[in-house]
């Protein structure tokens, strides 16, 4: 919060966005600006929702704090091990009706399935073996709204604010981590970005290697000459089982994740295609790969990158689920930006805090090797993890209230639904009689 404080234009919003952090990383079931006025002490819901759609603070710049806050905090967990990772993908909050920014029928990754929601592109940070956190983010917003002058003033969206396509925010967020110096291995991405030219360009004149996925019709030239898919070069490479490497991508929540993998050459000696195969079902995953001249380049390596991919979905379920990343009630697109920054600030502290311990704790006994191995006498502790850190702050930061609070809190929440049920009655009064005298 010393970090961020500058960027706030008046003390009272600061001091806002600072129990609103505080309410983020509690054990509330809901976070809405209800809930969490009620769990910060407040009266009514006028501070917080001030706080994300009028107050004056620079969002962005506090973005760039929580980059760097991020950043600064894992590397030095790290201690110089460990591969620097960005992984690049895209979430989903699904919203009802059309008045919300960047609303619009479209997958949604949640849901699995054709849903009315928004979609925000994240950057995630992460060190191999310490921890990882998000630290950038752009909502994409379809064309069709930003066209609509009507529409835009209504969403609250910026005059300047032109149609960027997912591949294009993803350079914009990639581009503010540059500005602070933030140091990357590779960057990692799904086939959204893989097949984004621009994307990939914009990395290679940055000399920055990366792992994106692409898909089976993509198409390579090999040292040859000769173009082929990926698909077809897999075919050639099924009687040659040589060719094949069963490596593990990584540790998962069920332990080592063992994959067969093929590394292709193309004509470019900077580029190479990765194709990961699973054992027992035989899906294929293809890897555009990019390791700028002069760096080390081996199959080991580009596996280890390309496993490194699954922390940001993991954000993604930390922040939702720990920190109510998908709970946000508001519509207008600043309030939406301002929320999510909030949120990646909670993640950011939790994340950086467990990273730092991580040498502390993780101190386990080792597992019996006999039956009847008595247990040791000292148990050790269990390694810290974002979970675990916001379970310990909870209970060391006990909100008290004024003995009245809750019962001022259950009759305001009455009078609002009466006033909501009345309206409601009262517009349907009126759309019957219209429909009459029509």
Aim: proline share 5%; glycine share 8%.
């Amino acid at each position: 919060m010393q970090r961020i404080g500058p960027h706030f234009a008046r003390i009272q919003p600061r001091l806002q966005a600072r129990k609103y952090i505080d309410a983020l990383t509690s054990d509330l079931v809901k976070r809405n600006g209800w809930s969490i006025a009620e769990y910060i002490g407040d009266r009514t819901p006028d501070r917080c929702q001030r706080l994300l759609n009028h107050a004056v603070w620079d969002t962005v710049a506090v973005m760039g704090e929580i980059r760097r806050f991020t950043v600064e905090g894992l590397d030095r967990a790290a201690r110089g091990k460990g591969l620097r990772i960005g992984a690049l993908d895209e979430t989903g909050q699904q919203k009802k009706g059309q008045a919300t920014a960047g609303v619009k029928r479209q997958h949604m990754g949640c849901a699995g399935r054709v849903e009315n929601g928004i979609n925000t592109v994240h950057l995630s940070y992460g060190r191999e073996k310490i921890g990882h956190a998000l630290i950038g983010a752009r909502q994409w917003i379809p064309a069709e709204q930003i066209a609509d002058p009507a529409r835009a003033q209504t969403m609250g969206l910026p005059a300047d604010l032109v149609f960027r396509t997912k591949g294009q925010l993803a350079i914009d967020i990639l581009s503010d981590a540059y500005t602070d110096a933030t140091v990357l291995d590779f960057v990692c991405g799904d086939e959204v970005y893989g097949n984004c030219t621009q994307l990939r360009s914009f990395l290679q004149d940055r000399r920055q290697g990366y792992v994106l996925r692409i898909p089976a019709n993509f198409v390579l030239t090999l040292p040859s000459g000769s173009t082929l898919t990926c698909a077809q070069a897999v075919q050639q490479l099924a009687n040659r089982t040589r060719r094949w490497e069963i490596r593990s991508a990584g540790a998962g929540s069920k332990g080592a994740r063992w994959y067969a993998w093929a590394w292709i050459a193309t004509t470019s000696p900077q580029h190479s295609v990765l194709i990961r195969r699973h054992l027992k079902t035989g899906e294929l995953a293809f890897h555009y790969c990019y390791v700028p001249e002069g760096q080390l380049t081996t199959k080991a390596l580009l596996i280890r990158a390309a496993g490194l991919r699954w922390p940001v979905e993991e954000d993604f379920e930390f922040s939702k689920d720990h920190f109510g990343l998908d709970q946000s009630q508001v519509r207008r697109y600043t309030a939406i930006l301002r929320y999510t920054v909030l949120v990646m600030a909670a993640l950011a502290i939790c994340a950086v805090t467990a990273a730092g311990l991580r040498h502390q704790t993780d101190t386990q006994a080792p597992p019996p090797t006999k039956p009847n191995q008595p247990p040791p006498a000292d148990p050790g502790q269990i390694p810290l993890t974002v979970p675990e850190v916001k379970r310990l702050h909870n209970a060391t930061t006990r909100k008290t209230h004024p003995p009245d609070h809750a019962h001022h809190w259950s009759n305001w929440r009455r009078r609002q639904a009466r006033s909501r049920w009345f309206h409601q009655r009262t517009r349907l009064t009126k759309d019957t009689e219209f429909a009459q005298v029509s």
